[in-house]
């Protein structure tokens, strides 16, 4: 069994700053890469930014400069500092990862940014 629990979502007006994290638990939870994903009104999950096992950092060009990703020590939780936002960052937010077989999701947290 895996759990994921994501905190951190809020309203906040455009410039600021929110900080989401994800914590990881179950005996059948072995990340080899974690992450965060988007979702608007649509059906699909965008891209946002993953952080390996190994450290390994990749973000969407959108937020590149403004999100950092991070992991700690233990590598069972995931943050995902966020600066600069704006009205179009505005989305659910979902950690992610994948542990070689399957991908899993947490239930999200919603982000609104106000202009």
């Known amino acids: 069994q895996v759990q994921l629990v994501e905190s951190g979502g809020g309203l906040v007006q455009a410039g600021g700053s929110l900080r989401l994290s994800c914590v990881g638990s179950?005996?059948?939870?072995?990340?080899?890469?974690m992450g965060w994903y988007r979702q608007g009104p649509g059906p699909l999950r965008a891209f946002v930014a993953t952080?390996?096992?190994?450290?390994?950092?990749t973000y969407d060009n959108s937020v590149k400069g403004r999100f950092t990703i991070s992991s700690n020590g233990a590598k069972n939780a995931v943050f995902l500092q966020m600066s600069q936002l704006k009205p179009e960052d505005t989305d659910r937010y979902f950690c992610?990862?994948?542990?070689?077989?399957?991908?899993?999701w947490g239930q999200g947290t919603q982000v609104t940014v106000s202009s």
């Open positions: 992610w990862y994948n542990d070689g077989y399957q991908n899993h």
């Open positions: 179950g005996s059948a939870f072995r990340p080899n890469v």
């Open positions: 952080i390996s096992a190994g450290g390994t950092i």
